[in-house]
T-cell receptor
Framework: DAGVTQSPTHLIKTRGQQVTLRCSPI?????VSWYQQVLGQGPQFIFQ???????GRGNFPDRFSARQFPNYSSELNVNALLLGDSALYLC?????????????FGPGTRLTVL | QQQVKQSPQSLIVQKGGISIINCAYE??????FPWYQQFPGKGPALLIA?????SEKKEGRFTISFNKSAKQFSLHIMDSQPGDSATYFC???????????FGTGTRLTVIP
């Protein structure tokens, strides 16, 4: 069975640009969460979506937005990129928000902002 | 504010030795404590998890010890192998909230 997939694998952008990252959850999983992992740190929670609705938001500015589609895939958008947005962006899926909290992570998208 | 504090930052262990990583938390509402293993270029992978109704959980060479009164939990890797060399993250969450709070990570190196 395929795990969580993310695209693209790597991305290079310049300051001020906008970026869209994509995630496909494990088949049967309906909840998707996004995390930002800065080099040398643990992942930081950005958003959780379940059944196309936002269920949680971390301490990130409004430049960050996301959505979930009817097939449970998700997109993370970041506007007006800053150098500090350079990080590994991880997507995690779970069956539901209450499914034993077990989340399965994808390989991430490495975003570099120049 | 770091919700989960992890130590040490790095750890070097001989093959066959015991690796011990410690974490502490403040929020008593946390009721799920997973450990994740991350290899370079990969996303974190769930290794083992515990809930506060038990003090220890063992899966193969990996054991979580949990001390509810001290608000601390630790990962023990017995008979450490070079293939265990990775970064380990402890985390905590609240049932229903589902956002994980991660520690800062421990880079484990097991030398042959």
């Amino acid at each position: 069975d395929a795990g969580v997939t993310q695209s693209p694998t790597h991305l290079i952008k310049t300051r001020g640009q906008q970026v869209t990252l994509r995630c496909s959850p494990i088949s049967g999983h309906k909840s998707v969460s996004w995390y930002q992992q800065v080099l040398g740190q643990g992942p930081q929670f950005i958003f959780q979506y379940y059944e196309k609705e936002e269920r949680g938001r971390g301490n990130f500015p409004d430049r960050f937005s996301a959505r979930q589609f009817p097939n449970y895939s998700s997109e993370l958008n970041v506007n007006a990129l800053l150098l500090g947005d350079s990080a590994l962006y991880l997507c995690a899926s779970s069956f539901s928000p209450r499914a034993n909290n077990e989340q399965f992570f994808g390989p991430g998208t490495r975003l570099t902002v120049l | 504010q770091q919700q989960v504090k992890q130590s040490p930052q790095s750890l070097i262990v001989q093959k066959g030795g015991i690796s011990i990583i410690n974490c502490a938390y403040e929020n008593t509402a946390f009721d799920y404590f997973p450990w994740y293993q991350q290899f370079p270029g990969k996303g974190p992978a769930l290794l083992i998890a515990i809930r506060p109704d038990v003090s220890e959980k063992k899966e193969g060479r990996f054991t979580i010890s949990f001390n509810k009164s001290a608000k601390q939990f630790s990962l023990h890797i017995m008979d450490s192998q070079p293939g265990d060399s990775a970064t380990y993250f402890c985390a905590a969450s609240i049932t229903g909230a589902n956002n994980l709070f991660f520690g800062t990570g421990t880079r484990l190196t097991v030398i042959p």
